[in-house]
């Protein structure tokens, strides 16, 4: 498979060895991300917290990511970063991410978000956009000004995504008045299928066109599109062409369905978020991670030759908004199921390593 890169040396890209694809790092070497979602500093800034955040860290969020999130995560088994940007208060934006100095002081592997479209299926607020506007164009090439020109000659970044389970044909409760992107209704008629497969395809290739004018070497990650939400085919499609990856959220049967879409693409396959817990939490509850759910799902999809790793979902710190998190606001881990994810991660890195 040729990858949308035009100039990957030096740069993570993707290879098939041995019937199975890989992300193939800048050294050559194969490689299963393994990836935490949601890293951000505000957590230690409660007035109950902020002590340690400006004693032990120095009030620098910089400090904090090379002193505890790295040494953490390495510790745990991650060897990449799938997405920092958190929840800040239910339904509400998430938070704005690393910026590019902080990726440098991550020096770890990581992909990046860009904001093409506030689409996400969470986001209660934002409006679509048009995308067969002139506008539209304006826009895209905007925010790969604004986030791309600044990564663009990073090795560690393996890729770009977009939006977080954009909401193509579907909505949820908190966004049903703005509609879907696309009326589902009018699938059933030729003619509807047709300008779904335009719109789609004029999405997909001014976000590419738009990195490829600043960034001829990272890989195109796409949308990180709902599993468990429809997924027109006309969408696919379009897309196939102008990204590299097939990007997925999914809680409920991420093994099945990576499987199903891999079978329909040939592409390489990401399980983007995810993790086992309960989501409908109440304030003052805490969900855990749970470890051997990651664990079992982990081993299963190494089973799909076009999967390409997994990024866990659930956050590296615990707020408030969400209450999921590997360590609390006071840093204290959660050792029982921290414990089974490193063995899991530590048992994937002896699979990749081994070759088989």
Same mark, same amino acid.
């Not at 199975?20 to 050294?27: A, D, H, Q, S």
């Not at 990564?151 to 090795?155: A, G, I, K, V, Y």
């Not at 969408?235 to 379009?238: D, H, P, R």
């Given at each position: 498979?040729?990858?949308? $890169?035009l100039?990957p *040396? ?6 098939q060895?041995?019937g ?5 790092? /800048?050294?050559g ?5 393994l990836?935490?979602n &949601? +890293? !951000?500093?505000?957590?230690m800034?409660?007035t109950?917290n ?5 004693n032990k860290?120095?009030?620098?969020? $910089? ?8 040494? #953490?995560?390495?510790?745990?088994g ?7 940007q958190?929840i ?17 002081t991550l020096?770890?592997?990581?992909c ?8 996400h299926?969470w ?5 679509? @956009? *048009?995308?067969?506007?002139?506008e ?6 905007y925010?790969?000004?604004a986030?791309?020109?600044e990564?663009?000659? !990073?090795?560690n970044? +393996?890729?770009?995504?977009?939006s ?5 044909? &579907?909505?949820?409760?908190v966004?049903a ?14 003619t ?17 066109d738009a ?5 001829? &070497? &990272?890989?195109i ?6 599993a468990?939400e429809?997924i027109?085919?006309e969408?696919?499609?379009?897309a196939?062409?102008?990204?590299? +990856? ?8 991420p ?6 879409? @891999?079978r ?5 396959v990401?399980l ?7 989501? #409908?939490t109440e /304030?003052g509850? +805490?969900? /855990?991670n ?6 079992e ?11 390409i ?9 615990? #707020?408030?908004?969400?209450? @999921?998190?590997l360590?609390d ?6 050792h029982?199921n921290? !414990?089974?994810?490193?063995a899991?991660?530590?048992e ?8 088989n």
């Open positions: 498979m040729r990858t949308t $890169q100039d *040396d030096g740069y993570f890209t993707l290879d060895r041995e199975r694809w890989w992300l193939i790092t /800048p050294e070497d194969r490689f299963f991300t990836g935490m &949601h +890293i !951000d500093p505000a957590t800034r409660y109950e902020i002590d340690l955040w400006r860290y120095r009030s620098s969020t $910089q400090t904090w990511i090379k002193e505890s999130v790295v040494p #953490n995560l390495k510790k745990w991650f060897n990449s970063v799938g997405w920092t958190e800040t208060i239910r339904n509400y934006p998430h938070s704005s991410g690393f910026s590019a100095e902080d990726y440098k020096d770890m592997p990581y990046h978000l860009l904001p093409f479209t506030e689409s299926q986001d209660q607020f934002s409006r679509h @956009y *048009d995308f067969l506007s002139t539209w164009e304006d826009w895209c090439d925010v790969a000004r986030h791309v020109v990564l663009s000659q !990073d090795p970044l +393996i890729g770009y995504f977009y977080d389970c954009p909401t193509w044909v &579907h909505t949820r409760p966004n008045w703005r509609g879907p992107i696309f009326d589902p209704e009018k699938l059933k008629s030729e509807g299928r047709k300008a779904l497969s335009d719109l789609a395809h004029r999405y997909y290739k001014t976000t590419h990195i490829r004018r600043y960034d001829t &070497h &990272h890989l990650l796409g949308d990180r599109y709902e468990t429809s027109p085919m969408i696919v499609n379009s196939l062409p102008y990204i590299d +990856i097939m990007s997925f959220q999914d809680f409920k049967e093994v099945s369905h990576l499987n199903d879409w @891999y329909k693409t040939d592409k390489p990401l983007a978020d995810s993790a086992g817990m309960k989501w #409908n /304030p509850e +805490i969900s /855990p749970d470890g051997k759910w990651y664990s799902v982990l081993s299963e999809l190494q089973n799909n030759p076009g999967c790793g997994f990024h866990i979902c659930g956050a590296y710190q615990r #707020n408030r908004a969400r209450r @999921y998190g360590i606001e006071m840093e204290i881990p959660d029982e921290i !414990d089974l994810i490193t899991a991660n530590l994937t890195k002896r699979w990749v390593d081994s070759g």
